[in-house]
């Protein structure tokens, strides 16, 4: 009989011995809501997250064996702006450098599109911050800049 840990273990291994492989494409509104509810994130309407797919200029997933374990998106005008979103791998996936690999392509993304003094922006979760730095990202507030303000719109 497995036990939740035995069962943790087993698809760790799987991972392990299967490749993950990255794919520049959007997300599926059915993969964002899943994902967002695995890393216990609040979720949007399904209708809504469906409407907003093609919102993002750009979106990576990484997947195993088909199916999306981590994904970001990236939305803004493409070339002057962009706001890193949703950066999410599931929690048996973490810690594999899952996250440093979607990173890694959205920044070649950037660096292929952006113009001269392009604005790069996110909010890392509380104690994920330093995930980001390496790619150059600022916590804020910090020297002519003031702290990242958000809004949740409730109806």
Request: glycine share 10%.
């Amino acid at each position: 009989m497995h036990t939740r840990e035995s069962e943790r273990n087993d698809s760790l291994s799987t991972v392990l011995d299967t490749e993950v492989l990255l794919v520049d494409r959007h997300p599926t509104a059915w993969e964002r809501i899943r994902l967002r509810r695995a890393v216990g994130w609040r979720t949007h309407d399904p209708a809504a997250v469906e409407e907003s797919v093609d919102g993002a200029v750009f979106g990576v997933c990484a997947e195993v064996g088909g199916q999306a374990v981590g994904m970001v998106r990236v939305v803004g005008d493409g070339r002057t702006c962009f706001y890193v979103h949703e950066v999410i791998v599931h929690p048996e996936y973490q810690g594999m450098g899952v996250g440093r690999r979607l990173m890694d392509r959205v920044m070649e993304h950037v660096a292929e599109n952006a113009c001269r003094n392009a604005f790069v922006a996110l909010i890392a979760e509380e104690g994920k911050e330093g995930f980001y730095e390496p790619f150059g990202f600022l916590r804020l507030p910090c020297d002519g800049h003031g702290s990242g303000m958000e809004r949740y719109w409730e109806r």
